[in-house]
């Protein structure tokens, strides 16, 4: 598959590209995506949930009533969970929701993500722009020169620009990534994902690896 590569101003440039069909041509393979995004969002779990048990609770272990001739249940703590302030039964404990991957797993996530996006005509080429000092109005611009300024944007850069990122910050539909960095989960959030040009050898030799 061969894509032309835009400038800044949203003119092709007469340069095309060929992307690699063993990533962005293979058989998608669901399941892979499945796992892979299900563990990126379980590693972004705090997993610091708590309520109080029984045990727990201040208060009183005074007997409230007599064990029998009431008419009613036995009660024998204010802190049992059927009372208003009492503990919760089986509340939240901390714990650690990540788990492991297989990194041959992980890679065809990616490359199945990425074979939708091209499938989808998601992928925009751009040579590399950078900004002399963070503005956000010349980054939304460049974004509207593109024709993807109404849509959730994915802008995947070869090497961290501080300026770049900076001036992105403030635009909630976009997020700037490292082509090192990119996961299953932010290419499929995104409508279309802003590759820069020397993005995309970076990306080949990442998911070529065995």
Known sequence: MELA?????GQETGRKISLSKDIFGIEPNDHAIYLD???ILANRRQGTHKSKE???????????KR?????????GSIKSPVFVGGGRIFGPRPRDYSFRLNK????????????????????????HFSFEKPSTKNYNSILNK???????????VPEMNDNLYLSSRNIQRSKVVLASDLNTYDILNASSIVLFENSVQTIENLLAQN
């Open 37 to 39: 995004v299900k563990q």
């Open 104 to 127: 041959k797993v992980k890679q065809l996530a990616r490359k199945s993500a990425l074979t939708y996006k091209a499938l989808e005509n998601g992928i925009v080429l751009v040579e």
């Open 146 to 156: 593109l024709k993807v300024s109404d849509k959730k944007t994915l802008v995947v």
């Open 5 to 9: 590569v835009y400038n800044s101003n």
């Open 54 to 64: 029984r045990a727990e609770i201040a208060g009183s272990t005074r007997k409230l």
């Open 67 to 75: 064990q029998k001739g009431t008419g009613g249940a036995r009660a």
